[in-house]
C-alpha cells in the first residue's frame, strides 16, 4: 500500500477510521461448537510476547518505550516488540520467518504468495475457533474472511480498513459551470469535458495552461468510472463464461480508445508516461489540472490540498464523478477488500491456549469501535490508546489531533493497529464535521453522500486466495499497461486489442484464469453487487 494513503489512515484513527460495512454477525465464519461468548483470561498469569510487525510510524516505535510500559501494565505482559520500516520490512520478515526463530505474533499489510506458503507449512495457527469469542472479530463481513481462508481455515485477523475508501474521481465543478457544462455520465462526454478544460480557458487567465484529465505512468490512477471499467476487477466474463481480469476486457478497451482520442487532442500532459502520480497532485492544486482522484479522509502532503487550490481560486469548488451506467446497466464501484493490515499467531502457541487468548484479547481490545463523539479525554480507553491528552494528542476545536514528534513514544496504538468495523458508513460523514474549513466540508460530505447510497461490486478474486493471480498478476498487468500506453501514444495500433490479448495469455494470463475460475467454483463464489 503506498504510504500517502497509510499516512491518512493514521491520521484519521483519532478522528474517526476509513469507512463502514455491514456489521451482521452471521456474516462470521462459523463458530467451533466450543466457541461462545467473550472468555474471560485469568490475569494473574504475566506472559512475554513476542510481537514484529512492519509500521510507517515515525519515529519508528521502541521497544522500550513509555507506550510499552502501558501496554505491559494493562494486560500483565512482558511486551518484547520488534518494528520494522515497511519500506524494508517485507525483506526483514521474509528472513524471520526462515530462521524458523518465529514470533508469537506476526504482522503484515496484505494476503499475498508469502502468506498463502506459511499458513501451508504451518506457520500460523488456525484461528476459527477463536473468532466468535471476540466482538471485534464477530462483525468481519464474510467477503472479508474469505481472504484468509487456507484449506477452508482462517489463519490472520484484519484490521478495517475502508472497503468504500480509495481514491475516487473528482473534478472541479467551477469550471464546468463557467463553461457551461455537465457532469459527464459517460466516457464521450469525459472526452468533451477534458478537451474544453483544455483549451477553452476554464481558468481565466488568458493562457493555454490547463490539462482536463490527470494522468501518470503506468496509466496512474486507473481512470474507470465504474467495476465495468476497472483495471483489477475480475468482472467481465469471455466466451466460456470465465472470469477475466478487467486489464483484457472490453471495458478497459474503451477507456484506452477514449485516452488515445484525448492523446491526439493534446488533453492529457504530453509528459504523463513519465509523470509520477505525486506531480499530478501537485498540478491539481495549483489548479493546472481539471478531473483527479481523492478519498474520504483528511488529505496527507500527496494529496488533494483544498486550501491550497482556493488560494490559487477562490470560488474553486471540487466534487466527486458519479460512475457511469455501463453499456450492461451496471452502475457503481469496486468494494475494497475491507481491511488493511492483519496479525498472525506463531502454530508454536498451539499448547498455550491462554497465553493465545490474552494476544487475541489485546488485539480485540484495539480493534473495538470507539465512537467519534467519544474521542476525547472523558473516553478512558481512546484517552489510553492514545498516549493522553497533551502527549499523545491534544483537543484542537473539540477534535482530538496527533502530537506527531510524541505518539511512537506515549501512544499503545502507535503499536497495535486500532480501530473496529462500522455501521452505516458511519465514519465515512464524520469527516465533513471534522474539516478544518466549510469548503472542505462541502467536498466530504458529497463524497460521502455518493458511496453511501450507490451500490458495489464485490470482486470475486478478493474472497479466493489463488497462487498463480500472486505470482503473476502484477507482471501481466505491467504487459498490458506498457503495451496499452503505446496504443495511447499511437506507437500500436487500437486494432491490435485481440493480439494484444493472445500475447497476455501465451505469457501465462491463460493459466492464471483458469486456476482464478476454478477456485471461484470450488468456493462458490460469484461476483456480485451489494
Known sequence: ?????????????????????????????????????????????????????????????????????????????????????????????????????????????????????????????????????????????????DAFKVNGKVYGIPTYFSPKGGKKPIIRKDWLDKLGLKMPTNYEELKQVAIAFTKNDPDGNSKADTIGLGLAKD?????????????????????????????????????????????????????????????????????????????????????????????????????????????????????????????????????????????????????????????????KDFDWLYGGEGKGYKMVNNIAQPIAENRSNVAPSAYITDGGWVKDDADLFQFAKIAKIPEYAKFQQSLADMLHNMKFYINPTSRIISPILMEKNATLAKYITDETTKMIFGQRPLTDWDKMVQEYMAKGGKEMITEVNKSLQAGNIQGEWK
Open 1 to 145: 500500500m503506498k504510504k500517502n494513503l497509510v499516512c491518512i489512515l493514521l491520521s484519521v484513527t483519532l478522528v474517526g477510521s476509513i469507512t463502514g460495512c455491514s456489521t451482521k454477525s452471521e456474516e462470521s465464519p462459523k463458530a467451533s461448537p466450543n466457541a461462545g461468548a467473550t472468555t474471560a483470561v485469568d490475569k494473574s498469569k504475566k506472559f512475554t510476547i513476542n510481537w514484529f510487525d512492519g509500521t510507517w510510524e515515525e519515529p519508528v516505535p521502541g521497544p522500550d518505550s513509555e507506550a510499552v510500559k502501558r501496554i505491559n501494565e494493562k494486560f500483565n505482559i512482558d511486551f518484547k516488540s520488534q518494528y520494522v520500516p515497511f519500506d524494508t520490512y517485507d525483506e526483514k520478515l521474509a528472513v524471520k520467518m526462515a530462521s524458523g526463530d518465529l514470533p508469537d505474533v506476526i504482522g503484515m499489510e496484505e494476503v499475498n504468495a508469502n502468506y498463502l506458503k506459511w499458513a501451508q507449512q504451518g506457520a500460523f495457527l488456525p484461528l476459527d475457533e477463536f473468532l466468535q469469542q471476540y466482538e471485534s472479530t464477530k462483525t468481519v463481513p464474510s467477503f472479508t474472511w
Open 219 to 379: 496509466i496512474y490512477y486507473d481512470p474507470s468510472f465504474g467495476s465495468y471499467y476497472a483495471n483489477s476487477t475480475w468482472y467481465h466474463k469471455d466466451e466460456t463464461g470465465q472470469y477475466i481480469p478487467g486489464i483484457i476486457a472490453k471495458g478497459n478497451k474503451e477507456k484506452i480508445e477514449f485516452l488515445a482520442d484525448l492523446q491526439k487532442q493534446g488533453a492529457l500532459n504530453k509528459d504523463w508516461a513519465v509523470t509520477a502520480y505525486k506531480d499530478v497532485f501537485k498540478a491539481f492544486n495549483a489548479g493546472k489540472v481539471g478531473i483527479w482522484y481523492e478519498q474520504p479522509g483528511t488529505s496527507s502532503p500527496n494529496g488533494v490540498m483544498l486550501e491550497t487550490i482556493l488560494q490559487n481560486d477562490p470560488k474553486a469548488e471540487v466534487v466527486p464523478i458519479p460512475p457511469f451506467k455501463a453499456p450492461d446497466g451496471s452502475q457503481g464501484l469496486t468494494l475494497g477488500s475491507g481491511f488493511y493490515r492483519m496479525y498472525m499467531i506463531s502454530a508454536k502457541l498451539k499448547n498455550e491456549p491462554e497465553k493465545v487468548k490474552r494476544i487475541l484479547e489485546m488485539i480485540d481490545y484495539f480493534h473495538k469501535t470507539i465512537p467519534d463523539a467519544q474521542k476525547n479525554p472523558q473516553n
